[in-house]
Every structure is written in structure tokens, then in C-alpha cells.
């Protein structure tokens, strides 16, 4: 458990990196009901313009507030989040010549405490969610009850 007396701004809560793959797509698709094909269908998804399939926004944004959730170990302490979406996480086809494709896209995920509110205990977490290190996400923050 962790007390809000030892908090500092600009703490370090951690890092981890998330492999996204075509088959995680799938099972986000059907237990959000997104099946929006430029989740799934490479040709689609190129000819408006994506590099390829992209993962879901939702997706993304809930997996990077994981590392929060993880830190202070209770989802239900995490009483509001945000993000901007600002550039797609492209997911490459596990059948391609590349054989870290076959491992999923590798996005980068790190936190560090950006406020501090003593009278409501609660923290401002501010995440960094890169791939390759291009931020797909801003302004991704989570609130913390304590």
C-alpha cells in the first residue's frame, strides 16, 4: 500500500511496455463491439490514408493506464483519466517477413507524479505513451484517490 505522506511531485511510479498484435484487436473488437475496419482489414485501412491497421484508441488508452491501476494497487483508487490520441499505434500483420511483428507492436509506457492535492489525497499521475519513441498519446493523466 502506498502512503500519500511519501508522494513527491515528479516521482517516478514506473515503466512497462505493452506488445500489441492483431489478435489482441480482435478481442478488443468484440468485447468493446468496435469492429471498425481499419482494426482489422489492411486494405481498408490503407486506402483512408493508415499506414496499416491500427489499434484501437480506447485500447491503447486502457492499457497504458494499467501501469497506474498496477502502482497503486486498486483500480478502483484511479477516479478520473484523460488523454489527446495523437497519432495511430500501427499493428503489423504476424504473417509479415519481420519476426518482431509475430511479437506484437511494442508500446512504451512510463508515469510520474505531476500534482499533488494534500487537502483531497489525491495524486495526478502523467503518463509518457510512446512507439518508437513518438508520443501517441498527450496529455495522458490519471487521478488517484488516496
Known amino acids: 500500500m502506498i502512503d500519500f ?3 513527491e511531485k515528479g516521482m517516478d511510479i514506473g515503466s512497462t511496455t505493452i506488445r500489441v498484435n492483431r489478435a ?3 478481442r478488443y473488437a468484440g468485447a468493446s463491439g468496435d469492429f471498425n475496419p481499419i482494426h482489422w482489414n ?3 485501412a490503407t486506402e483512408v490514408g493508415l499506414p496499416g491497421v491500427i489499434a484501437h484508441g480506447m485500447f491503447t488508452m486502457g492499457s497504458a493506464v494499467q501501469l497506474v491501476s498496477n502502482w497503486v494497487g486498486n ?3 484511479v477516479i478520473d483519466y ?3 490520441f495523437t497519432k495511430p499505434v500501427p499493428v503489423a500483420d504476424p504473417a509479415g517477413s519481420n519476426p518482431s511483428d509475430h511479437e506484437g507492436t511494442a508500446v512504451e509506457i512510463s508515469g510520474a507524479i505531476g500534482a499533488l492535492d494534500e487537502e483531497a489525497r489525491t495524486a495526478r499521475v502523467d ?3 510512446t512507439l518508437e519513441g513518438t508520443k501517441v498519446l498527450v496529455k495522458a493523466q490519471a487521478l488517484v484517490q488516496f
Open 82 to 84: 484523460q488523454t489527446r
Open 127 to 129: 503518463l509518457t505513451v
Open 24 to 26: 489482441d484487436l480482435v
Open 42 to 44: 489492411e486494405r481498408f
Open 75 to 77: 483500480p478502483g483508487a
Open 5 to 7: 505522506a511519501t508522494l
